[in-house]
DNA sequence: TAAATAGTGTCTTTCAGACAATATCTC
DNA sequence: GAGATATTGTCTGAAAGACACTATTTA
């Protein structure tokens, strides 16, 4: 183990340090955030109220900031490898009354097959609340804003890369995608334009074909990178350039 | 003041916490970045070589980690009000070997007329480093990771917005701004389509015209809003898609 | 008038959007 | 065949890229 003693020149107040993620699902033709309510505990800051998955970063456990939102998305919902982006950091003498603290916020896509409704074995209560109705809700400390930032960021590079492919199992189907595309935006797209664009793109490769309940059966499809989404040269309605994340 | 002692529950050891900034702008047709002289002082990590500029968030006189970013780019460059956008957050036990460590990244811009040589009356000894020769050298910490992903998100946004207007002092012409983007682009863009483009956007108020040294007058621009560049719909050239920060 | 720089016009190609038509499945 | 869904084809309009042309200054 390390010395437990500061060494000189650093023996200055550090700030809190914690790690906050913004988890995004489709579901039920919505997309969902996960939100949990903090403890009731004395001495707990917003009691009650509900609030962005995350924690303290354990310097003991956390090798980086990554490992420590992989470790606590784990721990909350059970996926071990979804999308994870990092959105941005927020920090500030008056966000949390126990002091000086600092955030950093991620944002994860997972597939919606992937949530059995009890799963992610913790201890606090968790519950899916579609994004809309998440913002307006008066979240812990500033998780209100972050949230706010997180959707931003998710509709804004909707508009111009495959990020909903990472809100679906594999293997999905172009009506599929396209479905979580309009969830996502809320609005319509056109089914020409828009499986022209997801072909040439190139981001997928042909899976077999999938039966459906009814109708003609839909070529399936897989990601070709888990990791990272494709970019379109264009948004998809000029009429509502709107701008990327960060 | 608050009481000194740790409050119950909070008793862990934290991680240190830093800022630092990636400093553009251009100058003699080229983009620059500001790097930094590590101390030579005994116990100093990385002595004598070159970082980005930054240092401990001190949380008696930092207000916010936006806060903490503008003071440390006051001091280093004597600007007080340039385009400011974070970057990102590294943070991990193995950066800097004083022990478990998080930066928060922001990248500024600024003009670079702003930039008397000796300007930034602070110790540390500053130089103004082409951008390809700085992600050359051998940084400290994690710096050349942080730097390469300030060059690839101004390149990147550059495809899509107006952020090389936030390169230059006011009022300038749309020659002038064309070229600062070929400089930051590295390659040549199309005189019509550009300011097609650029007058489109509308993100420009014209501000009279400018006397050149030869050939006829410009109209000069000034910036409607200094603090958000404009988004265009399209990337320049359609062949090289390439991503959007973060 | 020549040189230099600023600004405009025109043509072509590309491609998204609209929407109609066709294909393939189940019942 | 009817209904449902998937997939493809065609037309059109808007806009970017290429590039030639015009405009306004100084020497």
Not at 125 to 130: D, L, M, R, S, Y
Not at 191 to 204: I, N, P, Q, T, V
Not at 220 to 238: E, I, N
Request: charged share 25%.
């Amino acid at each position: 183990m390390k010395p437990s003693a500061t060494p000189p020149g650093l023996d200055f107040p550090r700030p809190l340090v914690t790690v906050d993620l913004v988890i995004f699902t489709v579901r039920d033709d919505a997309l969902k955030v996960l939100l949990v309510r903090r403890p009731d505990a004395p001495g707990e800051p917003f009691p009650g109220r509900w609030a962005l998955p995350g924690g303290f970063v354990d310097i003991e456990r956390d090798a980086s900031l990554v490992d420590c939102a992989r470790r606590k998305l784990h721990e909350k919902t059970g996926v071990a490898a979804p999308y994870l982006e990092q959105l941005g950091s927020w920090g500030g003498a008056q966000r949390d009354p126990r002091g000086w603290s600092a955030t950093h916020a991620f944002f994860a896509l997972i597939p919606g097959a992937d949530l059995a409704p009890g799963q992610g074995a913790h201890a606090a209560p968790a519950e899916w609340t579609e994004a809309a109705a998440a913002t307006r809700k008066r979240l812990a400390f500033d998780h209100g804003e972050i949230l706010a930032a997180a959707i931003a960021r998710l509709r804004g590079k909707v508009e111009y890369t495959s990020l909903p492919a990472f809100l679906l199992p594999e293997p999905f189907t172009l009506p599929q995608l396209q479905h979580t595309y309009e969830v996502v935006l809320g609005r319509a797209v056109d089914k020409s334009a828009f499986r022209k664009r997801m072909l040439d793109a190139g981001f997928m490769a042909e899976a077999g074909l999938l039966e459906r309940a009814a109708g003609r059966p839909a070529m399936g499809y897989r990601l070709r990178d888990r990791a990272q989404p494709a970019v379109f040269p264009r948004t998809f309605s000029p009429r509502d350039a709107e701008a990327p994340g960060a």
